[in-house]
């Protein structure tokens, strides 16, 4: 699942259409993001995503994120550093 996590970060940290949200925000994206492919995969083999489940993934989510920026005092920093790289989608 962390395999996972780091290539959804990895795809989404430099987005251009979300430039201006902050590490809080940025997390719940991801686990939103995560949340819809469980669902859809949910048609496909039934299974609910309790609270327990949930709790995990966020805290997954939050240690990646953590990996992924170490160094950096805020999102927007390693954006700023990774300027060159930003992405822009749609």
Request: proline share 1%; charged share 30%; with cysteine.
């Amino acid at each position: 699942m962390k395999s996972t996590i780091a290539h959804l970060i990895d795809e989404e940290i430099l987005n251009s259409n979300y430039l201006l949200e902050n590490e809080d925000e940025f997390i719940q994206r991801i686990c939103n993001l995560i949340y819809s492919e469980m669902s859809y995969l949910k048609k496909i083999a039934p299974t609910e995503i309790n609270q327990e489940v949930a709790e995990e993934i966020e805290d997954q989510v939050l240690e990646v994120y953590k990996i992924k920026t170490y160094g950096y005092s805020s999102l927007q920093q390693y954006r700023k550093v990774h300027r060159a790289k930003i992405t822009r989608i749609g």
